[in-house]
Every structure is written in structure tokens, then in C-alpha cells.
Antibody, heavy 123, light 107 residues
Framework: QLQLQESGPGLVKPSETLSLTCTVS??????????WNWIRQLPGKGLEWLGS???????HFSPSLGSRVTISVDTSKNQFSLKVTSLTAADTAVYYC???????????????WGRGTTVTVSS | AIQMTQSPSSLSASVGDRVTITCRAS??????LGWYQQRPGKAPNLLIY???NLHSGVPSRFSGSGSGTDFTLTISSLQPEDFATYYC?????????FGQGTKLEIK
């Protein structure tokens, strides 16, 4: 059974860079039908999609964070990662890694979620 | 970016009630919409994909309908475990966007 696990620091200082890793277990990250996503949830707020990556390296990002976000994949470790630069308190959130699966041509869903990791931006 | 507008933002109902949540897209998204349930302190769970397809293991009291710009999630007979927050998500085009959520509370 596919499982995702986020890891990274729980506390980061303002202006620094957040680095989170998602470890995929139970299946290969190198599947042509899977896209690997980061989604966050600000305290008491809704869900915000940040970006996604395919094992081939193809990426898509939300314009809301602009150039502050990068996502990378390491197929040898079955992991993908998120970096967010120039952090502020507004980046304090629960960060989820999520699999978006292509059910069939043109049909997708986000069927596997990590448990989420809480990141606090504070000095 | 496509804007997703959910209504209502909150809803009070009783066990056994039938409830409907709606989601409206700012442009045509075909049937590229999913519904997710989030219980407090937990990650969201997929309920419905492609507007009307029930995800494996999800109880049949959940159903989805709609296409184009207007979509609905219906729970036919509320159970205690259904009191949670529900989100729609359009995956028609990047950036993927969520509705703001509907909090379903016990009356």
C-alpha cells in the first residue's frame, strides 16, 4: 500500500529557506501515471496547492508563491522535495505531500496524502 | 487561475439528514472536479473524482454530480463521522485550485 511521509524542520526562522522531503513507500515514484504534489494549509484556513512534479522532472507551480518555490525529485531515494525561500510568518502552515494519480486519460485524483508536517516560521 | 466558490461556508445538520454542498467554477472545467473530506487534525481524504465517481471504499451515501461550472456533493443520510470540512478541487488546469471549504456541523 502506497504511503507518503513528510519530513523536515518544524521551526524555521524568517527569511530562511524551508526544505521538506516526502518519502514514498510501497510503490515506485517513477510511475508515468503519478504526479507528486505539495499542498499546505494555513492555520484555521483552507487548502492551497503549491506545485507538482513528475518523475521525469516536469513541474508546475502556483503563481501565489512566485519564484520562492522549487520542487525536485530523487528517484534513487524514492523521494521528492519542496523548497520555499524567503520565509515569513505567513508561511506557517501544515504542509502535505500528495499523490495525484491518472486514473485514465484526462482523469486524475489526489488519492494518497501524507499525514502532514507542521512548519512554524518564527524567530 | 480558475476560482472555485463553495457554498455554504458552513452548515448545521442532524444525523440522518440529506445535505448538499455546491461548488462553482469561474470557467468551464468539464468534469474535472474532486471532493475531499477533512476531519479535524487529519489529512484530507478523497471522496469523489471526475465530478461523479465514487472513490474506492467511500460509502455510497456520498454522491457527486455536475459538469461545466456547477457541481454538487450530496450526502444522502448523515452519519456521525460525516461531520467534517469538505473541499472541492478543480484539476482541469494549472494552477490547481480548491474551494474555500464547507464546515459541516452537528445541529
Amino acid at each position: 500500500q502506497l504511503q507518503l511521509q513528510e519530513s523536515g524542520p518544524g521551526l524555521v526562522k524568517p527569511s530562511e529557506t524551508l526544505s521538506l522531503t516526502c518519502t514514498v513507500s510501497g510503490d515506485s515514484i517513477s510511475s508515468n501515471t503519478c504526479y507528486w504534489n505539495w499542498i499546505r494549509q494555513l492555520p484555521g484556513k483552507g487548502l492551497e496547492w503549491l506545485g507538482s512534479i513528475h518523475y521525469s522532472g516536469s513541474t508546475h507551480f502556483s503563481p501565489s508563491l512566485g519564484s520562492r518555490v522549487t520542487i525536485s525529485v530523487d528517484t534513487s531515494k524514492n523521494q521528492f522535495s519542496l523548497k520555499v525561500t524567503s520565509l515569513t510568518a505567513a508561511d506557517t502552515a501544515v504542509y502535505y505531500c500528495v499523490r495525484r494519480y491518472r486514473v485514465r486519460q484526462g482523469v486524475y485524483h489526489m488519492d494518497v496524502w501524507g499525514r502532514g508536517t507542521t512548519v512554524t516560521v518564527s524567530s | 487561475a480558475i476560482q472555485m466558490t463553495q457554498s455554504p461556508s458552513s452548515l448545521s445538520a442532524s444525523v440522518g439528514d440529506r445535505v448538499t454542498i455546491t461548488c462553482r467554477a469561474s470557467q468551464d472545467i468539464r468534469s474535472d472536479l474532486g471532493w475531499y473530506q477533512q476531519r479535524p487534525g487529519k489529512a484530507p481524504n478523497l471522496l469523489i473524482y471526475a465530478a461523479s465517481n465514487l472513490h474506492s471504499g467511500v460509502p455510497s451515501r456520498f454522491s457527486g454530480s455536475g459538469s461545466g461550472t456547477d457541481f454538487t456533493l450530496t450526502i444522502s443520510s448523515l452519519q456521525p463521522e460525516d461531520f467534517a470540512t469538505y473541499y472541492c478541487l478543480q484539476d482541469y488546469s494549472y494552477p490547481l485550485t480548491f474551494g474555500q471549504g464547507t464546515k459541516l456541523e452537528i445541529k
